[in-house]
T-cell receptor
Framework: EAGVAQSPRYKIIEKRQSVAFWCNPI?????LYWYQQILGQGPKLLIQ????????DSQLPKDRFSAERLKGVDSTLKIQPAKLEDSAVYLC??????????????FGPGTRLTVL | AQRVTQPEKLLSVFKGAPVELKCNYS??????LFWYVQYSRQRLQLLLR??SRESIKGFTADLNKGETSFHLKKPFAQEEDSAMYYC?????????FGAGTRLTVKP
């Protein structure tokens, strides 16, 4: 089966600019996750969708970050305006179900964002 | 709040030697624990789940609630095991990852 797709793979912007990332999950996966991975750290969950509804966005900096999954399939994550500390790899993942001890998340290749 | 600690950023062993990657967690309830692995130029992927009590690629991990640990072990390391390993704790909808350990298996 096709894996999780993300674009772009790399993005370089200047601080205060805006940027958007796109993710297409594995077909049939109801749950979609966005993670931020700063260099030297593990992935940090930003937001989780179940179909087109938000399940958890407690760690999303809502003053500058937004995400949507309007039709319950693909999703976009936006940063507006970007700060230097937003430089990271943004990972998208999907799973058939959300949570639970048998849950397996399938990850995309990530988007590496550099903010200058 | 729940937290995952991987005390070793780097771990290097020789081929055929035993390897143990340490993971400690802080959570007062019943934890759901996972090991994820990222090989060079590949995506992050699930290695094993504690609930399944499985051995994948020769790796096992035992949950020790008394020590709040979930260490990953393999009796004889192979060069192809070289990768970044992340321990993860799931509580409800929240998945917390450790900072990761980079394992290098030398020939």
């Amino acid at each position: 089966e096709a894996g999780v797709a993300q674009s772009p793979r790399y993005k370089i912007i200047e601080k205060r600019q805006s940027v958007a990332f796109w993710c297409n999950p594995i077909s049939g996966h109801a749950t979609l996750y966005w993670y931020q991975q700063i260099l030297g750290q593990g992935p940090k969950l930003l937001i989780q969708f179940q179909n087109n509804g938000v399940v958890d966005d407690s760690q999303l900096p809502k003053d500058r970050f937004s995400a949507e999954r309007l039709k319950g399939v693909d999703s976009t994550l936006k940063i507006q305006p970007a700060k230097l500390e937003d430089s990271a790899v943004y990972l998208c993942a999907s799973s058939f179900t959300g949570g639970g001890p048998y849950n397996e998340q399938f990850f995309g290749p990530g988007t590496r964002l550099t903010v200058l | 709040a729940q937290r995952v600690t991987q005390p070793e950023k780097l771990l290097s062993v020789f081929k055929g030697a035993p390897v143990e990657l340490k993971c400690n967690y802080s959570y007062s309830g019943s934890p759901e624990l996972f090991w994820y692995v990222q090989y060079s130029r590949q995506r992050l992927q699930l290695l094993l789940r504690h609930i399944s009590r499985e051995s994948i690629k020769g790796f096992t991990a035992d949950l020790n609630k008394g020590e709040t640990s979930f260490h990953l072990k393999k009796p004889f390391a192979q060069e192809e095991d070289s990768a970044m390993y992340y321990c993860a704790l799931s509580v409800g909808n929240d998945m917390r990852f450790g900072a990761g350990t980079r394992l290098t298996v030398k020939p």
